[in-house]
């Protein structure tokens, strides 16, 4: 499976060499490369699928701040999405996943994530796709509901944050028959 992934992964890198990673960070990283993006050819991409959310939530467990602030994550998704949406002929919103808090605090003391930013963060950007028209995947629904099926929500992780190789690959099924289901002519 480690190997297929780094295939994956080989073949996004090329497909962007301007980026030194595939992660595309926060809402502030997400906007620098989209205007990045316009200000050169734009590329014609049929279908962009966004994210971000779950790196603006971490929070400085000393100071209490987080990465990116609510109002500032709302700014930079308000200047995202048009230029989104110039950039491709359909933009697609995926919610952010949830967050066990006491599973993330315990494997990465560095910083912290709590659900309530999850929460909090996909109803500010429920609020904008709604404004701006944007179709959204209910991947925070989805994944959380996946739990009934395991032993507990806890159990769905590998980590503070990521997922195990079946609820990778049920969330994998989720994405494509969305998109299976909403044909972009």
């Not at 701040?65 to 700014?75: D, G, H, T, W």
Request: glycine share 4%.
């Amino acid at each position: 499976a480690e190997e297929g992934q780094e295939n994956i992964l080989g073949r996004l890198a090329a497909m962007d060499s301007s980026r030194q990673e595939i992660n595309g960070g926060d809402s502030c990283t997400v906007l620098a490369y989209l205007l990045g993006k316009s200000a050169s050819k734009p590329p014609t991409w049929t279908v962009l699928l966004l994210n971000c959310g779950l790196h603006d939530i971490r929070t400085d467990p000393e100071a209490g701040a987080r990465q990116v602030e609510p109002e500032i994550y709302a700014e930079n998704l308000t200047k995202l999405l048009p230029l989104a949406a110039r950039l491709s002929r359909w933009v697609v919103w995926l919610r952010t996943t949830p967050v066990v808090d006491a599973r993330h605090q315990r494997l990465n003391p560095e910083f912290q994530r709590f659900n309530a930013d999850v929460e909090r963060y996909n109803q500010i950007a429920d609020a904008l796709m709604d404004q701006f028209g944007i179709p959204k995947i209910d991947l925070y629904r989805f994944t959380y509901r996946l739990s009934s099926s395991f032993e507990s929500l806890d159990a769905l992780y590998s980590d503070h944050v990521h997922f195990i190789e079946p609820v990778r690959q049920l969330q994998a099924a989720y994405l494509a028959g969305w998109l299976e289901a909403h044909p972009f002519a």
